[in-house]
Each structure stands twice: as C-alpha cells, then as structure tokens.
C-alpha cells in the first residue's frame, strides 16, 4: 500500500522483474569465491588464539618448508603506515590502525586478529602450513567490557590512542582506550527538567552482534609482474576496497584494480578490507593469483561486529504528555581500534522527537573485540532501544497511548535536533499515524501472555558520490553502467530511474556494475544511498541522452533542435514530427557515433528517513521464551521505486532487528575467546522463527531527490528490539533493559516480579 | 548574516555562547571573519586549510560534502558535525 | 581438513576389524554431520575414516510384536517418516524431527547421535524414555548395554576401541502407551538443547492412572539421565498437576548442569521442572490416544 | 597424502567421474573439482544451507558429505534444476516474488523448496517455515520466500491438473 498522490511515473512503482534475477536464481551469477583464475593458489590466515597478546617473534620456517607452499606472509611484509588519517569514502580512517587489524603488528588485540597468512597449492596445504607456524606469545590480560575499558586501571590496547574531542586532543590527555568523546547539547537541560512533571531515567546495556551475511569474505587478487594488481572481491564499495587495498600495500590508487564480484550480503561489514591486502602481497612473492576465503568463525571473530553498548537516557515530560528534556550518556565498544558509531549513536538517540532542551554525551572505548563495523544503521538500534523503551514507560505512566504520543512529540518538518541541524521535509510522524491507522494497532489482540509494543526509528541516510554511464543501443535499449555493486537488487531500482526519465520500460534497460577501471568514482553501497544518490546520477545520464536524442532528431529531420522536444519517451519536432525512443536509437548512427549519457552525484544530501513498527508477542513465562506472533512496519520511502524491493528492506531489518532483540549475542568467556563463532550457537532467526512482516510504504517524498526517493536499507532495524521490549511489557509486566531479551533473561526477570 | 553554532567542546572559545554571527558567503569566509573574534576557533575546526578528518559541515540543515567551500546564504545556519557514514 | 583414509566396508566383521587396526585412529562415519565438522575443526583427528553406511546391521528398522530394531546408521528422516514409530515409539520422530534441519536429518542417524555422547543428544533421551538396550559389536563379540548406561561423560561412552553399536533394540510397547521428545531452545529450530526431557508412560485399562513411566533428562548432566525417582512418583497416580509437579521436583533434584553460554545451572534446573510436566503432560496425551498439538519450539 | 579416489557419480543427469582426496567434501568437489560454482558455501559446518543439493533425492548440506561418499549416488544441484531457457516453476516463482535480495542463500533456498514439494504438494505456510529452518537468508526476513514457495506449490499443483 502506498500512500500520497495516484501514480504518477510510467515505470517507478512497478514491480519488473529483476535483471540479475535469473542468474541467481540458476547458480550461474559469479560470487567472490567463485572465480577461477589459472594457477590460482589458495591462502589462509592464521589467527590468534589470545585476545590480548604481545607478539614476541613469529617463525615460519617449518612452513616454508612443506611442499606446496609458495609464500607467507607477516606484518613485516607491509609498509609502515605511521599515524596517517585518510578520507576512505565513508570516514576518515587512522591507515595505522587499519593496517594493524588487516595483519597485527606486535600485538593481537582480539581472539581472531591476523598474524600471518600462507598461499599454497590446495587449500588443505595451506592449512596445514599455518599450523607449522610459529608464534611466540605473551598474552596480556584483555578487558571485554565497555565501562572496564574506561576505568583507569584497565588493560590498554594502544598506546597511541587518546581521547580526542571535536578532532583535537588536550595537550595533558594520556593515552587510553577512550578513544573520542562527544558532546551535543540543546538548550538548557537544567531548565528543561524542571518543567516536567514525570521524569524517567534508565540504564541499558546492548551486547555486541553481528551483520551475520551469508556469505564470508573473499578475495582473489593477481599482482601482475607490470606491478598491476587485479582484485576480484565481494565488496560494498570498490573504490573504497582499491583506496584501502593500495594504501595498505603501498602502491599507487592507480595500480589497483577492483573487479566488483556479486556480494552475498554486506549490511555494512563488507566496507572495510580485511584480505585483498593480504591476497595481494602473498601473490606478489608467489607471483601467481591467490584466492582467500574466510571461514565462518573467522568471519565472527575478526570481522563485523556492531558495538555493545551502555546507556543511560533521561527523559521528562509534562503530565499533558508533551517532552520538555532529554539527556543521555552513551559509551560504545569500538573494538581494538578506534571508530565505533557513536556520533550517529548520540546524534539518533532524540532525533525522532522534538525535544526543547537535551544533552547528549558519548564515548568511543577500545576493547578486546574485533574492531566494529557499520551494521545498518550504525549506533542507531542500539539508542532507539533504550529511548522508545523510556517513551513506552512515560505513555504508561501518563497513561497515553503510545502512537498518539510520538505523534504529539514527533519530529516535523523545522525540529531542531539535539546535534544543532533543522530538519526539511520528514515523515516521522507520518509513519506513526500510518501505524495507528493499521488494522494491526486497531485490533484487539487476546490471549494470555501477550502483548502488542510500538517503536520508532530514524537514521540519516547518505548522499555521497555515484557515476553512471548510459549507451543507447540501436535496438531501442540502453546499457548502463554502474559503480555501485548491488546487494539487494538496487540495478533494477537505478535502471528504473533511468527508464522513468526516458521514457521507456525498465526491460529496456540493461544495467551492470563495472570494475574501478571502467567507471567513475563511486561511493559504496551503504547509508542507503544507492537508490537515492546513485539514481540521481542515472537521472542525470538519461537527460543527457534526452538532449543528445533531441540534437539526432533535428539532424535526422534536418530542422533546428530548438523545434524538437523530448516528451513523455518521444522526440517530437515541428509539423507533427515524431519519434518513438527505439524509432530514433535505429537511426542515430545516420548522423553520428555512438549516444552516451553520463551522470554524477556528488552534493545532494538526504532528508533522512524514518519508520514506526508495531509487534504482538507471546510471552512463555515459565521459560521466557519471547514468539513474535505478528509483526507490522511503516516506514518513509520517499518515493518507492520498486515498492517489492523497499519491502523487501524493511522486512529484511525487521527479523535483523528481532535477532539482535531475542537472541544474537558474541558470548566471550572470561580468557576473550568467542564462544559461539558459529551459525548454530549465534542465532540469527531462522524463518520458523519469525511470522509474515507486513508492510506499510509511507511516501513523502524527499525534496532532495527529483523522484522524491529515501533511502529504505537501513532504519528498518532500528525499532524492533525496543518495540518487541515494549511488547514483552504489555504482556508480562516486565521492562526489559538488556539485550537480547533472551529467555533466560525474560524468566529471570518474570521470577522476579512474581 | 549566517549563525555559527560552536560545538560544545569548543564553546570556551566563545565564552560559553552557543551561536555567533559571521560574515561570508563561503564556510571558509565566515570562519575568517570569526578568527580575530574568537581566536583559536579555526585551528580547532580545520587542518591544512581544510576541516579535520571526521568533521563535517552543515549549512541550514544540509550535510555538505564541499567542506570549507560550502555555499553558505545570508541567514543559514552552519553547524560542524561528526562526518556520517552508514551501513 | 586433516588428510586421512577412507573405506567403506559392507560387512560388520570387516568394520570391526578397520577400527580396531587404527588402535583409536578409526573413526565411524555414519551421517557424518558431527564427524566431518569435528575433523575439519580439528577436534577429531582420524587417519582412517570407516564409512559404516553399507552394512546391512547398521541399517535394519523393523517394528514387530518384539519390538523396534533401529539401526545405528539409520537417518533420522527414516525414523520420523516410519508409521509404526510415528503412532508407537512417538518420542523417536520427535527426537529425529529436531536434530539439525532437514538436511542434516537425511544424513545424521540415532547411533551417530549416541555414540557422539553429547550430553544434550537429541536422541539419547527418547532412547532411554522407551528403554532401548543398544547391541554394540567388538572383536570379542557382541554385547548388549541398556541406553542410560551408554554414556559416561561428555564425549565419552562405554565403546571399546574397535568396538561398533549395531543397533538399537527397544521392547515392544504396552497398551495405552505414550511417549514424547521436548527440548527447550532460544530459537524455534536449529539449535542444541538448553534442556531436553523425554518420557514414556504407560496408563491403566481406564487410562486413568499411570502404571509404568521412564523418564530421561538431557543437557543436566555430564551425561543424559534416566530420572528413576521422578517416574516412581507416578507409579499407580492419577496425573493431576500435584503429581506432576512432584515427578518435576524429584527430577530438579538430579539435575547437576553447568552454567555456559546456553544457560546458567539455575535457570537449567528451573527449566527442568518445566519440561518434565509439559513432556509428560504430552505422553499422558498420546497414551490416551488424542492428538497432541505440538509444534516443534513452543 | 591418502590416495585420490576415483568416483563415479550422476551429476544431474550426467554420468561424472572425478578425483579426489577422502577429506575433500562434496562441496569442495563440486566448487574446485567440477567447477560447478552455483553451491554456494556459507559456513561449512551444516548450519546456514547454503550448500543444499540432493543426494539421492534428499536435501544434504553438502559440506557434511565427503565426496568420495558419492560414489554410485545421484546428485542435483542449482545447476540441474533448470532446464534450458526455461526457469523451473520453483525458480520462476522466486523470481516474480522478489525472494531474493543479495542472492547468496537462493541456490540453497531453490534446493530445500524441490525437495519439500516432491514430498509434499500442499504445504501449509507452518510446513514451509520448518522445512526451510535450516537454510539462513540474512536478507530478506524469509517473508517473499515463505510467499514464493507457496505460489510454486500451488502453480505446480495446477501444472499436475492441466
């Protein structure tokens, strides 16, 4: 269901089937791992078994020695990267952290960190290499746990980090696993506190979680004896991957290829580059193609992990139910190096109310972990789930309903955020008025042990940087290429847009992700940006072609072109001259070469975007088991492209956000070793686990976007662990405050309150 | 004339005020006109004649991604912010 | 993966005799779903791998007036789609229905379950409920252990080296007889019991007292248990809650988990109770001939 | 190193021999030996589906099968399923149905769903959730999926009156 206006466009809104749809479906489309390459050896990484270790020496010789290998390689096979910061895209990135987590200098700093990798003839050589290695640990003692981290006496990872605020560091600052601090402030809190009536102030605390994507890494990189490096990899951003990969190995941007593989999933976790690096010197001192794959555990232990968190969120409110103040104290586990989203986590936490006064601090802690990656949303689940439990408790202590609360205090058009920027056109209250007009929250629901919870959401959404180039082919079709790999269907949304602009059916457009060689600069796929700014760059190809089409057609019909008009997919000249778009791509060659639109986006910026779900649960208060009984998520589009695809997002996020809720947890035992570093112990919900998502697309379009687009990839997970939290309370009269609201957990805490 | 907001960790700078007015039409501009009145201001904000790696500029509302070049109207509001990425 | 040998013997003799010339280093591949994880993980290390798939002893399943003979190596998705073991040795399809997901239930059998002795088998509880006995082949012969005595600790069981179960022999079920398998997990499938519970009752002619009942606890212990003392409590009882709830407290009672990353020894033994009177709600259910409503997970 | 072993195998349809080592796994033969890169692998211990084939008709995760296990046996993979230019109806379904986002589980997900309705043409949307528990999709929170399978149970069973 869409709401707004009747359809306007001739394409967007459609369903067409997607164009690499049947290569999917067939198992012929060419992930990451499945490329073959002539004498292709095969590499593994070893890891290390301690969480927190000095490492003293590394000897590889007993490996070197057995038959098949063809080359190691250790940190010192990588150039001193000193303290560099470097613009990768998404974010400044320390080159010297990056290039320690790529492969650990002198010390490992989480179970799983890279101290050397081996290439070899089968991958069972190479496996049985790396164990001939050997390595020379003192193991340190590691501190797991984001509030220890910060206590003066606590472990320190790097002696180079110290708290910086605002990009700068004071002179006296030690260093610390602080490694940042923010401060956002609105206001004056003091103040706003005293106008209320109902103040609530709660802690909570996150455990770190995974993007859980099906498939591991990979890459297979060719280093040329020219000294040309060819990498084929599964990535959510080639020309970050070939920056990343470059800098790393210490070669020219130029020298370093990137061929986009089709990806099995990224959510974020496939951004930074943990193996072409690694591929890339072992084929260099073996001079042949070397293929790594990660295996699974490798892919938990080292890779991904969103950040655990603590938080506190106060918030008062008047007894009419209208918010006056809002302050929060948010600490984020960064990992081994520093980099956690705890910006956006601080900017998120009051971004869906309009709140007078509030204050928002927040730290970026190092600890024992994987270094953590964006995952959807990156800081925002973890905010929404302590700040939409907080609302949940005020609408029940005024005793007002709680979709008609969020609308009185909802964030509109001209909110100012507690980060200082006024928000344009949104739609947060739109999404909440679409939930309580649902027959979903109009039903009664009945039954013991059940609850019904609504939560909302919000997440910025990027704009950044895409190229398109568009070919119109005598047939009537046109090829497009693109540079931004496609996770989740996105070629079919950029070829619609394409399509839409021209006129003609999205079948007729033939889109394809290019290499780094073969396309403009392009930023990844990520902050839900593709549909947004990559289809505004596709908009911009098709009205090139829209005008070049127009210069042929007068030529054609040997009139000025000042006569002829594009409209509606037609030429249209003087005297009732016209051309369908496939009558004139036939004649093109008549009076010249080849029609090649192009397009680039670079400085529009999204409106951010927002979704309010609302979840029935079943409580088993005798076990705490939490069953999702039915499940509804209303959320801004913007303008729905392909409306099967935005679905598609939301209900994708919707069952991320119910792992992370119920069930996904890193269990570490108290040495810093991971134990459940598999599908089987970490839960990700299977779907007997989950019942249909229904969907409800809200469309206020985002004046930023000519078709009105938002991105939809990454606020869907946002509400779900503070709606089903919400839920559980409706049904068993206990707030949760940890997550996952494991069964444990929820009978631990239904004992208690009995 | 465009309103600054000083961060908060920079608002010693300022004597504890929130916004102050600068001249300019572009981010750099203002930030010149600011610098004799609040000394210190644009060496904690840029780095070689650029904002610091992670800062970003807003104008009015609007992620910028021109940094110190940013248009910014008569009347906008210009609000440095951590930089933004995304999942 | 380790490198290690294969072979696939057709005899029951020539089994015994490859995996007692590896002196420990043979290993019995049934289904393989533990065996070729535990190898690549390196928690095994084989030089010879048996497949055991093709002798016929392995793979009998017969239900007569004597009783079930269920073969070690027979796949779980044998054991759900058996008619007879479906109406009568319910607590087996129960059991065979959760081990992994489908696929894994083409391939794992109940003799590969057992002989892994993880004490949250799957299998083993429902084996022991219906009081299979299981025959174990060796170079010395034959011999018979009855199931609660095949596991000693986690990964350990009473198998000699060179010795091979054969089978699984369980006695014919009594009139008004019903069994039923449960465990309890986070998600709704995939995944290792936090607690297991089976049990098997047997009901009067009125079908209103129990007169015989086994029942088995799982993921409470270094191994799975038969709770003796909580089925005695039923002995000759109408199964209102009370008695239910005594039969739960004298299996919380031996109940002596550990606390690990899928429950604290608390919350188990709470569980415990939980399970027990659910589970034997469900056979009293089956026993009375009514159909159970029960899906897998809730 | 053990000795490779010759295997002779029905590889949809096709009488196909390969080498291998005991240790390597079905999947593992199909990915690197035969080059039949359409399995796909997820976690290598049984627990995502990804690598779903049929071994004699029945759903197994293939990177717990050592090929030399195949000997003899029939198996079916993505690649088998369909048939020239012509999608299966499982296929087609997933495709009109928007089943899919990244793409990586679908090979497996096709699988699981050929075996489920040879087994069983009226699959409930229950039946369908616990038939597929063992396949992990990370994407698209199984709701398309779920619908797909049902639409290709319901076009084959109109297929089977006409």
């Known amino acids: 269901m ?6 306007k466009y001739k394409v967007i809104g459609t369903r067409p089937l997607r164009h690499d749809g049947v290569d999917k479906l067939t198992g012929r489309a060419q992930y990451g791992a499945d490329i073959r390459l002539t004498g292709m050896l095969h590499g593994v990484v070893l890891r290390s078994p301690h969480a927190h270790a000095k490492i003293k020496s590394i000897d590889t010789s007993a490996a070197a020695a057995l038959p098949g290998v063809r080359a190691i390689c250790t940190s010192a096979d990588f150039p001193d990267q000193v303290g560099r910061i470097v613009e990768l895209g998404e974010g400044a990135v320390n080159m010297r952290h990056l290039s320690a987590n790529v492969m650990a200098h002198d010390k490992a700093l989480y179970k799983g960190h890279a101290v050397a990798a081996v290439a070899a003839d089968s991958i069972h050589i190479a496996e049985e290499a790396a164990k001939l290695i050997k390595i020379d640990y003192e193991p340190l ?93 599964s990535t959510q951003g080639t020309f970050t991957a070939r920056q990343q990969t470059a800098e790393l190995v210490g070669i020219a941007v130029s020298d370093v290829k990137v061929v986009p593989m089709e990806i099995g999933g990224g959510f974020g976790g496939k951004i930074s580059v943990y193996l072409p690096p690694v591929a890339a010197i072992l084929s260099r001192k073996s001079g042949k193609p070397v293929q790594i794959q990660m295996e699974r555990a490798a892919v938990f232990e080292a890779t991904g992990p969103t950040p655990g968190s603590f938080m506190r969120v106060k918030v008062g409110a008047t007894r009419d139910g209208k918010i006056v103040a809002g302050e929060a104290w948010i600490a984020f586990e960064a990992g081994a190096f520093p980099g956690s989203p705890i910006a956006p986590g601080c900017m998120c936490v009051f971004s869906c109310y309009d709140i007078p006064d509030a204050r928002v601090e927040g730290y970026d802690v190092c600890v024992n972990k994987p270094r953590s990656n964006a995952y959807r949303a990156p800081g925002s689940t973890q905010v929404a789930f302590a700040m939409e439990t907080v609302v949940d408790e005020i609408c029940e202590k005024l005793g007002v309903d709680a979709a008609e609360f969020r609308i009185k205090n909802g964030a509109k058009e001209g909110t100012r955020r507690v980060d200082g920027p006024v928000y344009h056109r949104i739609g947060m209250i739109e999404t909440v008025e679409a939930i309580r007009d649902s027959e979903h929250y109009q039903s009664k629901l009945t039954g013991p042990n059940r609850g019904r919870g609504i939560a909302t959401g919000f997440w910025f959404n990027a704009g950044l940087k895409s190229a398109v180039v568009a070919t119109v082919n005598l047939d009537g079709t046109v090829s497009l290429i693109e540079g931004s790999t496609d996770i989740g269907g996105s070629r079919t949304g950029i070829a619609m847009q394409l399509a839409e602009t021209l006129g003609i059916a999205a079948e007729a457009v033939k889109p394809q992700v290019a290499d780094t060689d073969s396309i403009g600069y392009t930023d990844v796929t990520g902050g839900s940006r593709v549909t947004f700014a990559t289809g505004i760059a596709a908009v911009e190809a098709a009205k090139e072609i829209q005008k070049q089409m127009v210069e ?37 060659h008549e009076v010249g070469g080849a029609v090649i639109g192009h397009g680039t986006s670079s400085s529009a910026e999204q409106g951010g975007a927002f979704g309010t779900h609302c979840v029935d649960v079943e409580v088993d208060p005798d076990t705490g088991k939490v069953q999702i009984l039915r499940y509804t998520i209303a959320q801004d589009a913007g303008t729905a492209i392909h409306p099967s695809y935005v679905e598609g997002q939301m209900q994708g996020g919707v069952v991320q956000g119910i792992g992370w809720a119920l069930n996904e947890e890193y269990f570490y035992d108290d040495k810093g070793v991971m134990r459940n570093a598999t599908f089987l112990d970490y839960r990700i919900p299977t779907c007997y686990d989950v019942p249909m998502i229904e969907t409800i697309i809200v469309e206020v379009p985002d004046p930023a976007h000519p078709y009105g687009v938002r991105g939809v990839g990454e606020v869907p997970i946002c509400p779900p662990p503070a709606a089903i939290a919400n839920a559980i309370h409706a049904a068993v009269g206990v707030r949760m405050r940890d997550l996952p609201m494991s069964p444990p957990k929820v009978c631990a805490a239904v004992m208690q309150k009995k | 004339m465009p309103t600054v907001y000083i961060p908060p960790a920079l608002r010693d700078l300022t004597g504890g005020v929130e916004t102050v007015e600068g001249k300019g039409q572009t981010v750099r501009a203002v930030l010149v006109d600011l610098e004799p009145r609040y000394p210190g201001l644009t060496a904690k904000l840029c780095i070689d004649d650029a904002l610091r790696p992670g800062l970003m500029v807003a104008v009015s509302g609007t992620m910028s991604r021109q940094g110190l070049r940013t248009p910014v109207p008569a009347n906008a509001e210009v609000h440095f912010l951590p930089a933004l990425g995304g999942g | 993966m380790r490198d290690f040998d294969y072979a696939a013997p057709t005899t029951l003799a020539d089994a015994v005799m490859l995996l007692s010339r590896g002196n420990g280093a043979a290993r019995p591949l049934a289904g393989g779903t533990d065996l ?147 465990r309890f997990i986070p998600r709704n499938e995939m995944d290792i019991a936090v607690v297991s519970v089976a049990a098997s009752v047997t009901l009067d002619d009125a079908k209103q007292k129990i007169i015989a009942a086994r029942i088995s606890l799982g993921a409470v212990a270094p191994k799975p248990l038969l709770a003796t003392d909580a089925a005695a409590v039923l002995i000759g009882q109408v199964p209102t809650d009370d008695i239910l709830a005594k039969a739960a407290d004298a299996a919380r009672k031996i109940a002596t988990p550990i606390t690990d990353m899928r429950g604290t020894a608390e919350y188990r033994t709470h569980l415990v109770g939980v399970l027990v009177t659910r589970v034997l709600q469900a056979a009293i259910t089956r026993a009375k001939g009514e159909k159970l409503d029960y899906r897998p997970g809730h | 190193m053990s000795k490779k072993r010759v295997v002779s195998a029905t590889i949809n349809g096709n009488t196909t021999e390969f080498l291998c080592e005991p240790r390597q796994t079905l999947l593992e033969v199909l990915r690197n030996v035969l080059n039949m890169t359409g399995t796909k692998e997820g976690c290598t211990n049984g627990n995502c589906g990804s690598c779903t084939v049929l071994l004699n008709g029945r759903p197994v995760t293939s990177c717990l099968v050592l090929a030399v296990e195949a000997d003899g046996a029939s198996v079916r993979t993505i690649e088998g399923v369909a048939c020239g230019s012509h ?33 069983n043409g009226h699959p409930t949307e229950a039946d369908v959730r616990f038939h597929l528990a063992g396949n992990l999709c990370r994407c698209t929170g199984y709701d398309k999926i779920v619908r797909s399978v049902l639409a290709a149970a319901e076009f084959k069973r109109g297929e089977a009156t006409t």
């Open chain 4, 87 to 119: 999608l299966d109806p499982v296929q087609q379904c997933f495709l009109e149905g928007a089943a899919l986002q990244c793409g990586i589980c679908t090979p497996g997900f096709i699988m699981q769903t050929e075996a489920l309705l040879e087994q």
């Open chain 3, 36 to 182: 070729i994880d535990h190898v690549r993980t390196g928690r095994l290390a084989p030089d010879t791998v048996v497949d055991i798939k093709k002798i016929a002893e392995l793979n009998v399943l017969e239900a007569s007036p004597q009783g079930l003979r269920l073969g070690a190596a027979v796949p779980c998705y044998r054991v759900y789609g058996h008619a007879a073991i479906v109406a009568d040795y319910s607590a087996l399809a129960d059991s065979g229905h959760i081990i992994g997901g489908v696929q894994i239930q083409t391939r794992a059998s109940f003799g590969g379950n057992v002989c892994n002795s993880g004490p949250a088998a799957d299998s083993t509880p429902s084996l022991i409920a219906l009081g299979a006995v299981c025959v174990i082949a060796g170079p010395k012969g034959t011999r018979e252990v009855p199931a609660e005595d095949f596991c000693t600790d986690p990964s350990k069981n009473v198998l000699q080296p060179g010795e091979l179960l054969v089978e699984f022999r369980i006695p014919a079920r009594a009139k008004n007889s019903g069994s039923h398998y449960r």
């Open chain 1, 141 to 233: 003692p590691p501190v797991m746990e984001v509030l220890g981290a910060m206590r003066d006496d606590a472990p320190l990872l790097n002696d180079d980090v110290r708290m910086t605020e605002m990009g700068t560091v004071k002179p006296e600052t030690k260093p610390s696993n602080v490694a940042a601090k923010f401060l956002f402030t609105k206001g004056d809190v003091t103040a706003g506190f005293a106008k209320a009536d109902i103040i609530i102030e709660r802690e909570f605390r996150t455990a770190t979680v995974h993007q859980g994507y099906i498939e591991p890494h990979n890459a297979t990189v060719l280093w040329n004896a020219d000294g040309k490096v060819t990498v084929w990899m």
């Open chain 1, 552 to 588: 042929r057609a007068a030529l054609l019909w040997e009139v000025d072109s000042a006569s002829v008009k594009y409209e509606d997919g037609k030429v249209i000249g003087p005297a009732e001259k016209s051309f369908s778009f496939a009558e004139l791509a036939a004649k093109i």
């Open chain 1, 2 to 7: 869409a709401t707004g206006e009747k359809r």
